[in-house]
């Protein structure tokens, strides 16, 4: 199989936060990148800003992930404006808190599509690049309450936890063709949040901090470089020992 460390990154709610770090952490590693958001904000052009600093070209595509006509245009014109895909990394999420009790369907329906509908619908978009040219990663990212559970947020742990049986799926399916599909798991992470959710109050981390967005942003470069091909499947965890498994 042949390796490759550069080529056209498709990074998923690229504009802030973790999507931004590792889109500009990808960008120094000598990847162009297609950042797809459902909007576009001050956080798109500092994004593109940045990768562009490290001498990379960034293209912006406003889509919402569970529209796979908008995602499948959004493909087509980063191939055509940028190249194949050879890395795909899902970040997009919704993260909410409300008793089970009182979570309606359309807030399900929601938090579910766009984490694990979005990674399902991405990943079917970015494959045959992938498949074509014998190489590809894609990088999904879970969440550790997907792996511990929590209290208020049964459709966000839900979501999560299908991030993590998505990646061992195509893992499996696709490790002959030259991808490798890995999990990225972050704990508690210093971004900018409109709040602080409850399960992210009065933890105990081990380590005695939160982490760092180029952290978990670090573990993702890991999964996509040529050092990782022998990585697929596995859930890389960046939680500062809150969960060990």
């Known amino acids: 199989m042949t390796e490759q460390t550069t080529g056209v990154a498709l990074v998923t709610g690229a504009t802030r936060n973790i999507g931004r770090s ?10 162009d990148i297609l950042m797809m958001a459902r909007t576009k904000g001050e956080g798109s052009d500092r994004t593109i800003e940045e990768v562009e600093r490290r001498g990379r070209r960034a293209l912006l595509w406003t889509a919402d992930v569970r529209d796979q006509d908008a ?3 959004g493909v087509d014109r980063g191939r055509e404006e940028l190249g194949p895909l050879s890395v795909l990394v899902n970040n997009a999420a919704v993260r909410r808190e409300r008793d089970f009790l009182d979570i309606d369907r359309m807030d399900w329906d929601e938090v579910v599509d766009v984490v694990l509908g979005g990674a399902f619908v991405c990943s079917q978009a970015a494959l045959p690049d ?9 990088v999904n990212i879970a969440g550790v309450t997907g792996q511990t559970g929590a209290a208020r947020r049964a459709h966000v742990v839900t979501a999560k936890a299908g991030i993590v049986g998505l990646t061992k799926a195509l893992a499996h399916e696709y490790a002959a063709s030259g991808v490798t599909v890995n999990a990225v798991s972050p704990g508690l992470i210093d971004t900018v949040r409109d709040h602080v959710p409850e399960p992210h109050r009065g933890k105990n981390v081990p380590v005695g901090r939160t982490g ?24 890389l965890n960046v939680n500062g020992g809150i969960h060990m498994v």
Do not use: K, N, P, S
Request: aromatic share 8%; charged share 15%.
């Open 22 to 31: 590792i889109a500009v952490g990808l960008a120094e590693d000598g990847y």
């Open 71 to 73: 995602v499948l245009a």
């Open 130 to 138: 992938m498949v074509e040219r014998g190489w590809g990663r894609i």
């Open 212 to 235: 760092g967005v180029t952290e978990v942003a670090a573990a993702v470069r890991y999964l996509v470089g040529a050092d990782a091909g022998f990585v697929t499947g596995q859930t």
